[in-house]
């Protein structure tokens, strides 16, 4: 049975590092190219999650801002 991944990869048109970029989950440890495509989702997450948490606000704080 051919790994679902592997099949995708031949369907996809694009150059090795696009191709690398879109299946950077299943390259091989120590890929250069899916470890900094690792990074920027974990930096864009850490980011986009600060920004639409941001930090808790204490009861009493949050009274006298109403």
């Known amino acids: 049975m051919t ?3 592997t099949a995708l990869a ?3 048109p694009l ?6 970029v879109a299946l ?5 440890p ?3 190219i899916a470890t900094a ?3 920027t989702f974990l930096l864009g997450g850490v980011v986009g999650y600060a920004l639409r948490v ?3 606000v204490a009861a009493a704080e949050a ?3 109403q």
């Open 3 to 5: 790994d679902p991944l």
């Open 10 to 12: 031949g369907l996809l």
């Open 15 to 20: 150059a090795a590092g696009g191709r690398q």
């Open 24 to 28: 950077w989950m299943a390259q091989e």
């Open 30 to 32: 120590g890929n250069r």
């Open 37 to 39: 495509t690792a990074a």
């Open 54 to 56: 941001g930090p808790q």
């Open 63 to 65: 009274a006298l801002e």
